[in-house]
């Protein structure tokens, strides 16, 4: 039983991997620089008010006043610290026999730019949102 357990498994891991991968081969007909925004909207007032509230949680008099200051000031400034950051790629308009193709392509780290392929180079499509140079 053990043993016929261990080969469905496999079978089943073995051919959603073979599904899930498609390759098509295009031509790069367009390229535009894009970007969008990415992470979470610091809220520094909402960050001050928690700060506020943890720090109330300390001493007593103006101990609890002083701690409740110093949690709002730490809690805005983590907040503020979370804002969005840009993120850039590039937007590939690839021709695929009669069809054209829109893929995005983002950078690997955010604030960063990364390299771009031409117009007229021959690509790679994978799974329809990655792409790679077809090697000459």
């Known amino acids: 039983m053990k043993k016929l357990i261990t080969a469905i498994t496999v079978l089943m891991l073995s051919t959603s991997a073979i599904a899930a991968s498609t390759v098509t081969e295009g031509v790069i007909e367009k390229s535009d620089a894009i970007s969008t925004k990415a992470g ?3 809220k520094p007032i909402l960050g001050a008010a928690v700060g506020v509230g943890i720090g109330s949680a300390f001493g007593s008099g103006s101990g609890n006043d002083a701690a409740k ?3 709002g ?3 805005a400034r ?3 610290a979370k ?3 840009t993120v850039y ?3 590939y308009i690839i021709k695929v026999g ?3 193709q829109a893929v995005d392509v983002w950078c690997d780290k955010p604030q960063s ?3 771009g392929f031409a117009p007229g180079e021959e690509v790679y499509i994978i799974n329809g949102k990655d792409i790679a140079s077809k090697a000459k």
């Open 98 to 100: 009669d069809q054209l």
């Open 83 to 85: 804002q969005q950051q």
């Open 69 to 71: 200051v110093v949690g």
């Open 73 to 75: 000031i730490m809690g």
């Open 89 to 91: 790629g590039w937007r």
């Open 113 to 115: 730019q990364c390299p």
């Open 40 to 42: 979470k909207d610091g």
């Open 78 to 80: 983590r907040a503020a």
